[in-house]
């Protein structure tokens, strides 16, 4: 099957690799809760900050997948499925569709995929996955850093040239740590690995980001091991 | 039958009976359009699936958006705490266990505790509905084992975990799938009765707050951003109040606002999202800052003015005030402080505003407001660097509640 639009992209990628793709979105558990048809008013546009200040429309999102086209999916999630902020503004659809909610399920089927679109969307990213999932949380005091967050202004500096003492000075005992946001037992960090493991989410990160991945099994591994666990042990149950 | 001849095609608006807009009036569904999740849930626990837990005495029952009851806890709450909270805006979360304290309330601050997880979830999609949904599990489990309910402090995390559960409840296959983990885990699979948010309790606590209120807020304008993953990210269980904006938009903050004396104005974008984009905020900020300020902050001064703004989750905290401090290269019309209703509800009953609300780590200068607020901020900063130095000689100390 050819493309219908003249200015289309990707048309050198065939139809069936566009079709897995699309397939794998489509039966996702999650999918018939997001999409019902598409009126194609645009609410969800005029409710989008992504629709603002960039070329990104959800209705077309929903049009899209409501049309079964599988080409224009194929260039959305190339290259406009990493501009939505999903915030979920776009739930007020009068036929209570979800297109950010369509968006997170193309995300994961990008990242399943290993798209190269992914990839570099999600590069300068990597940190920030590699402390949530090693750590249990996301961002943590010793990320407040000027170089990090130039535009953020001069608190950024106090903050950081600060950081040691500031930290200290946080009456709740949980919060006297630098590196997490809070101090996460490793018990809690012992399960989280396990959890990552039991439902693949490391293989998932292989596919974006090798290095990454590496690093991540190292530090599962090691914690896992002290605490008298195998790793490999720990197979992925979602392929059962 | 020639055209002149036709039957004239007759619309069915005339049986339809739609008001004029001019006599209409907003009014709450007859039947809540939405399934009843708590009914779902106790079906599940009866036919042995999963155990249900319960919201502890005592506690305050408030409406929803479709008009349904949701039991909000007043104390053994386990804090699940937030990781941008904790780790960038400390004060925040200090402002939350501050007045649990104050209130002499019974709550546990877990180490056994991780982040929902979600931030990377809707940032990057490194993950699946699988781990999503145990990473919750495992926190409920915990929050069980340790005898204390939920109190959830991110509006992610409140959002995220609301969508877990829809998924929870209408598959099968997914909730199978956690079971499995659970088990290995030998973790028991828990499920709360209601997924309460932070600002859900301080708003059922306001006219308390009030009574114990001692500075005077009569002058200070607010503006008020509420969270997209708390009113838009499953709309079903936050919190509305006929007497907040006839019951339109939800009550959250604009509650407390209005109890402490307070004057809530209102602004054209208040439906707009703050412009955090959970990727966007860490690694492509320019969109960020730009939404933030030019269609948050920005219409927020040109059509309120306001002293302050206020905000309930995390992400609209970080985006609305470190937005600011940048776009005054380009002479924007910016200068908002922003802080928490928790912060905010702290500083009403004599909270110290560096040693518990913590606003030395926030972006734009407090000290006006401060000022309005009757606080002597110099004295107070004074106050907080002899802390700081004390902190300074001695390494492996640390402020304590009784300090503050
Ligand atoms: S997704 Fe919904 S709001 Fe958007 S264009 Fe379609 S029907 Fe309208
Ligand atoms: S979730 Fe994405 S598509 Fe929906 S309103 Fe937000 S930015 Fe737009």
């Known amino acids: 099957m050819n493309p219908i639009y003249k200015d289309a992209r990707y048309t050198e990628v065939p139809y069936e690799e566009k079709l897995k793709l699309f397939d794998a979105v489509k039966s996702d558990m999650r999918y018939p809760h997001e999409l019902h048809g598409c009126y194609e008013c645009g609410i969800c546009v005029a409710a989008c900050p992504s629709a603002r200040f960039f070329d990104f429309s959800p209705r077309v999102f929903a049009q899209t997948m409501a049309r079964e086209d599988v080409h224009s999916f194929y260039e959305l999630l190339n290259d406009n499925v990493w501009d939505c902020s999903q915030c979920f503004s776009c739930t007020c659809c009068p036929r209570q569709n979800n297109p950010g909610g369509i968006i997170t399920i193309m995300r994961e089927v990008a990242v399943n995929d290993g798209l190269q679109s992914a990839k570099d969307a999600l590069q300068a990213y990597s940190r920030i996955i590699y402390k949530v999932m090693s750590t249990g949380t996301q961002v943590s005091p010793d990320m407040l850093q000027p170089d990090f967050f130039p535009d953020w202004g001069p608190d950024v500096r106090d903050v950081s040239l600060n950081l040691d003492v500031w930290r200290r000075a946080i009456p709740p005992e949980t919060m006297h740590t630098v590196e997490l946001a809070w101090d996460v037992s490793e018990k809690t960090r012992l399960e989280l690995y396990m959890i990552w493991k039991l439902t693949g989410n490391l293989e998932m990160i292989e596919n974006v980001d090798e290095g990454l991945y590496m690093i991540l099994e190292e530090v599962m591994e090691e914690l896992l091991e002290e605490h008298g666990y195998d790793i490999d042990d720990f197979d992925n149950i979602l392929e059962d | ?404």
């Open chain 2, 1 to 404: 039958m020639t055209q002149g001849d036709a039957e004239p095609i007759r619309l069915p608006m005339a049986e339809l009976q739609v008001a004029k807009a001019a006599d209409r009036q907003f009014q709450l569904p007859k039947e809540p359009p939405t399934e009843d999740y708590r009914k779902l849930l106790f079906e599940l626990e009866a036919a042995g699936e999963i155990e249900v837990l319960r919201v502890p005495e005592p506690f305050v029952e408030v409406d929803t958006k479709f008009g349904r009851k949701k039991k909000v806890p007043l104390e053994n709450t386990w804090h699940h705490k937030s990781c941008g909270q904790c780790g960038h805006i400390p004060g925040y979360s200090t402002s939350i266990f501050w007045l649990n304290r104050e209130f002499g309330f019974n709550y546990h601050d877990p180490r056994e505790q991780t982040s929902c997880t979600a931030w990377n979830y809707y940032a990057s999609s490194t993950s699946n509905p699988a781990a999503q949904a145990a990473v919750a599990c495992r926190n409920f489990a915990q929050a069980k084992l340790d005898g204390y309910f939920p109190l959830i402090h991110c509006g992610t995390s409140y959002g995220h975990y609301k969508e877990v559960r829809a998924q929870l409840l209408h598959h099968p296959e997914l909730r199978n799938q956690v079971r499995k983990i659970l088990a290995r885990l030998n973790l028991p699979f828990v499920f709360p009765e209601e997924i309460v948010h932070y600002s859900e309790w301080v708003h059922v606590m306001r006219e308390k707050i009030a009574e114990r209120q001692v500075r005077d807020f009569s002058s200070i304008t607010v503006t008020v951003h509420p969270a997209c993953h708390y009113h838009k990210l499953v709309v079903e269980d936050a919190i509305y109040d006929a007497d907040l904006y006839d019951g339109q938009r939800t009550a959250i903050v604009s509650g407390v606002v209005t109890a402490l004396g307070a004057k809530v104005a209102d602004y054209s974008t208040w439906h707009d999202c703050c412009g955090f984009g959970f990727r966007h905020i860490l690694v492509s900020r320019d969109f960020s800052r730009s939404f933030a300020t030019i269609r948050k902050i920005e219409r927020m001064k040109e059509e309120a003015d306001p002293d302050v703004t206020l905000t309930h989750d995390t992400g609209c905290v970080t985006t609305l005030d470190k937005s600011q401090f940048s776009t005054q290269a380009h002479n924007r019309n910016v200068g908002i402080p922003v802080m928490s209703d928790a912060q905010f509800a702290a500083l009403s009953m004599g909270a110290h505003p560096y040693l518990v609300c913590q606003l030395h780590w926030h972006g734009v200068d407090m000290k006006p407001l401060l000022e309005q607020m009757g606080i002597d901020h110099e004295k107070a900063w004074k106050e907080f660097e002899e802390v700081a130095d004390k902190l300074e000689k001695s390494p492996e100390s640390y402020l304590t509640w009784e300090e503050v």
